[in-house]
């Protein structure tokens, strides 16, 4: 739980910081922090996908992300995601109650999206928070922006964060024992490549519809459990 805490922490941080601050932080913004997040994001990523040593793994990577997202394109995942956001959102939109605003705003940013998934994966199955903890800066820099904005109703999106994010950890940790390492292993390298996918759309390189892979996570376990047995070692 050390990420999804580290993460609470930065939203609160950062939403006083940007409550007490923010008009002068807002002025001294600069798009160069945006790169930087998005190339230390592109590194974790490929650190995490080229654990890929084996052939059994490199199918499983290639096979779980082609089926994987073309799942996703045909349920339109990351549409559906999208949506689910504006409905929130525009539902929320009391005329005047900022608190409102900035606390659905906040919350649909900090935990719609794979990193919030795949990081509490991590997390949870291997105790990797490297994910987390860079999506904790991500978030409390956000939190700056958005509070000096929208007020501090988007310091309380600091509370579902916690319960979503701790809830997939604790259940990944509970998994964890029953896991093989090698199908944590797979776990991990798909995980990479949808981050090296993140770190695109940071970097403004290309969009991708990172949400449309995520079913990949699902059938990695059963392409390695296949492969294994069909390629020994």
Same mark, same amino acid.
């Given at each position: ?15 006083? #910081? ?30 995490m996908a080229l654990k890929a ?5 490199? #199918? ?5 992300? !082609? ?20 409905? !929130?959102?525009?539902?929320? %939109?009391? $005329? ?6 900035g606390f659905v705003a906040a ?21 990797? *928070?490297?994910?987390?903890?860079? %999506? ?27 319960? *979503? $994010? ?39 390189? %290309? %969009? ?10 699902? #059938? ?14």
């Amino acid at each position: 739980m050390i990420g999804t805490l580290a993460n609470t922490a930065s939203i609160i941080a950062g939403s006083l #910081l940007g409550y007490f601050a923010g008009k002068r932080i807002k002025a001294a913004g600069s798009p160069l922090l945006t790169q930087a997040m998005g190339l230390l994001t592109l590194i974790l990523g490929l650190q995490m996908a080229l654990k890929a040593n084996s052939s059994a793994l490199m #199918l499983t990577l290639l096979l779980s992300l !082609v089926l994987g997202g073309l799942i996703g394109e045909l349920l339109h995942i990351e549409e559906f995601l999208e949506k689910v956001g504006e409905k !929130v959102s525009s539902r929320f %939109k009391f $005329q005047g109650d900022g608190i409102a605003r900035g606390f659905v705003a906040a919350s649909l940013l900090v935990c719609v999206g794979p990193m919030a998934i795949l990081g509490s994966l991590a997390d949870g199955l291997k105790g990797d *928070y490297q994910l987390l903890l860079l %999506k904790s800066i991500m978030d409390g820099t956000a939190s700056i922006f958005l509070t000096s904005t929208l007020g501090i109703g988007v310091l309380f999106s600091a509370i579902p964060l916690f319960l *979503y $994010q701790g809830s997939l950890t604790l259940l990944a940790r509970l998994f964890a024992a029953q896991l093989p390492e090698s199908l944590i292993l797979c776990l991990t390298v798909v995980g990479g490549a949808l981050i090296v996918l993140l770190g695109f759309n940071f970097l403004g390189i %290309k %969009k991708f519809k990172v949400a449309n892979f995520l079913p990949a996570l699902l #059938l990695a376990p059963f392409f390695q459990i296949l492969f294994e047995r069909l390629i020994p070692g």
